[in-house]
C-alpha cells in the first residue's frame, strides 16, 4: 500500500501482528518508521512513503525502546533492552552493545527517552507487575547510571518541553500522567491527568506542537492533550482496544497496537490488535 496516498482517515500502515507492538519512533535520515514487538524480540522499520516492504529483524535480547540520535548515523538505532543499551545498525542487521547493566531476572526495560543533553531516561518494570516495584534510571554520555524515581509500577512516556526544564511521563500502573522539574524530578512531579476511574491507561506519547499525543491502553483511543492541564482537546477513535504508542510525522501519526491478553472474544471485537495504524492529525475529533 503506498502511504503517502492514502485518504481514509484511519488505515493499516503495517499488517504484522505483533503480540505487544510499542516503542515507534520517526527516523528522520531514512523516512522510515521503527518500532518493536517486545515479546517476541523483533524490530521493524519501514519507508513511511512508497509500497517499500517492511524489514523485520530478530533481536538476541528483549528491547523495549528505540532512540534516534541524531548525532548518529541514520542508520544507528539505540535500543534500550533487559541487559543494556545496543547501537543497532539496520543497514547490517548487527548490534553492539554500547552500555550494560544488571536487572533482576523478575525486570525489564520498558519505554525510554533521550533528555535534551543526549542522556538515555528508561524505565525497569517487573514482567508481571504486582505493584510499585519498578523505577526509572538514567545513564549518561560516559555511561554512568543513577536512578532518578525509584517505586514507579509501569513507567511510560519520557518527553521533555522545549527548554528540557518538565518532563512529562507516566506511570501505567496507576493510570496516571506526571509533569516535574527535571532538575528535581523525584520531589517536584505533579498529576497531569489520572485515568484511575477510566478504562483506559496511559501509555506511550508523543509530545509535537505543543501537544502531548498519548496511547491510551485499554480506551480504543489516541488523544491530544494539553500539556498545561493535561486537559483532552481532541481524539481519535481506534479499532483495536490496546494502543501502546504513536509518533508524529508532519501532519501523520503512526500508532502501534497489542494483542497480549486478549481472549478470543475480546479479538473478535478487535480484530486487527497488534497491527500498526497510520492516520492524518487532521482526523482526531474535538472532545
Not at 519512533?25 to 522499520?45: C, E, H, M, N, T
Not at 544507528?76 to 547493566?101: C, H, P, W
Not at 508481571?128 to 545513564?139: D, F, K, M, V, Y
Given at each position: 500500500?503506498?502511504?503517502?496516498?492514502?485518504?481514509?482517515?484511519?488505515?493499516i500502515?503495517?499488517?504484522?501482528?505483533?503480540?505487544?507492538?510499542?516503542?515507534?519512533?520517526?527516523?528522520?535520515?531514512?523516512?522510515?518508521?521503527?518500532?518493536?514487538?517486545?515479546?517476541?524480540?523483533?524490530?521493524?522499520?519501514?519507508?513511511?512513503?512508497?509500497?517499500?516492504?517492511?524489514?523485520?529483524?530478530?533481536?538476541?535480547?528483549?528491547?523495549?525502546?528505540?532512540?534516534?540520535n541524531?548525532?548518529?548515523?541514520?542508520?544507528?538505532?539505540?535500543?534500550?533492552?533487559?541487559?543494556?543499551?545496543?547501537?543497532?545498525?539496520?543497514?547490517?542487521?548487527?548490534?553492539?552493545?554500547?552500555?550494560?547493566?544488571?536487572?533482576?531476572?523478575?525486570?525489564?526495560?520498558?519505554?525510554?527517552?533521550?533528555?535534551?543533553?543526549?542522556?538515555?531516561?528508561?524505565?525497569?518494570?517487573?514482567?508481571?507487575p504486582?505493584?510499585?516495584?519498578?523505577?526509572?534510571?538514567?545513564?549518561?554520555?560516559?555511561?554512568?547510571?543513577?536512578?532518578?524515581?525509584?517505586?514507579?509500577?509501569?513507567?511510560?512516556?519520557?518527553?521533555?518541553?522545549?527548554?528540557?526544564?518538565?518532563?512529562?511521563?507516566?506511570?501505567?500502573f496507576?493510570?496516571?500522567?506526571?509533569?516535574a522539574?527535571?532538575?528535581?524530578?523525584?520531589?517536584?512531579?505533579?498529576?497531569?491527568?489520572?485515568?484511575?476511574?477510566?478504562?483506559?491507561?496511559?501509555?506511550?506519547?508523543?509530545?509535537?506542537?505543543?501537544?502531548?499525543?498519548?496511547?491510551?491502553?485499554?480506551g480504543?483511543?489516541?488523544?491530544?492533550?494539553?500539556?498545561?492541564?493535561?486537559?483532552?482537546?481532541?481524539?481519535?477513535?481506534?479499532?483495536?482496544?490496546?494502543?501502546?504508542?504513536?509518533?508524529?510525522?508532519?501532519a501523520?501519526?503512526?500508532?502501534?497496537?497489542?494483542?497480549?491478553?486478549?481472549?478470543?472474544?475480546?479479538?473478535?471485537?478487535?480484530?486487527?490488535?497488534?497491527?500498526?495504524?497510520?492516520?492524518?492529525?487532521?482526523?482526531?475529533?474535538?472532545?
Amino acid at each position: 500500500m503506498a502511504i503517502a496516498h492514502i485518504k481514509m482517515a484511519l488505515s493499516i500502515f503495517d499488517n504484522t501482528c505483533c503480540d505487544l507492538g510499542e516503542g515507534v519512533v520517526w527516523i528522520p535520515g531514512r523516512q522510515s518508521i521503527a518500532w518493536l514487538d517486545i515479546l517476541s524480540r523483533k524490530l521493524y522499520v519501514k519507508p513511511i512513503h512508497g509500497s517499500a516492504r517492511t524489514v523485520s529483524y530478530d533481536l538476541e535480547y528483549t528491547a523495549s525502546a528505540i532512540l534516534v540520535n541524531k548525532t548518529l548515523s541514520p542508520a544507528t538505532l539505540l535500543l534500550v533492552s533487559d541487559v543494556g543499551v545496543f547501537e543497532f545498525n539496520i543497514d547490517t542487521g548487527t548490534s553492539r552493545l554500547k552500555f550494560s547493566y544488571s536487572l533482576p531476572a523478575t525486570h525489564r526495560t520498558n519505554d525510554a527517552g533521550l533528555d535534551p543533553h543526549g542522556y538515555i531516561v528508561f524505565g525497569v518494570m517487573e514482567w508481571e507487575p504486582s505493584g510499585l516495584n519498578g523505577w526509572i534510571s538514567r545513564i549518561d554520555l560516559d555511561g554512568n547510571l543513577e536512578i532518578l524515581i525509584d517505586s514507579v509500577g509501569i513507567p511510560n512516556t519520557f518527553a521533555w518541553s522545549d527548554d528540557g526544564k518538565v518532563i512529562y511521563f507516566a506511570d501505567s500502573f496507576v493510570k496516571t500522567m506526571f509533569q516535574a522539574s527535571y532538575f528535581d524530578i523525584g520531589n517536584t512531579r505533579r498529576d497531569l491527568f489520572v485515568l484511575s476511574d477510566s478504562d483506559a491507561t496511559p501509555d506511550g506519547s508523543d509530545l509535537a506542537g505543543g501537544y502531548l499525543y498519548n496511547a491510551e491502553w485499554g480506551g480504543w483511543r489516541v488523544t491530544k492533550r494539553s500539556l498545561s492541564s493535561g486537559q483532552v482537546l481532541e481524539r481519535i477513535q481506534l479499532p483495536i482496544s490496546q494502543p501502546t504508542s504513536c509518533v508524529v510525522v508532519g501532519a501523520q501519526i503512526v500508532i502501534t497496537t497489542a494483542k497480549t491478553d486478549l481472549n478470543k472474544e475480546a479479538l473478535m471485537k478487535s480484530p486487527h490488535s497488534g497491527k500498526t495504524f497510520i492516520a492524518s492529525l487532521n482526523d482526531f475529533a474535538v472532545v
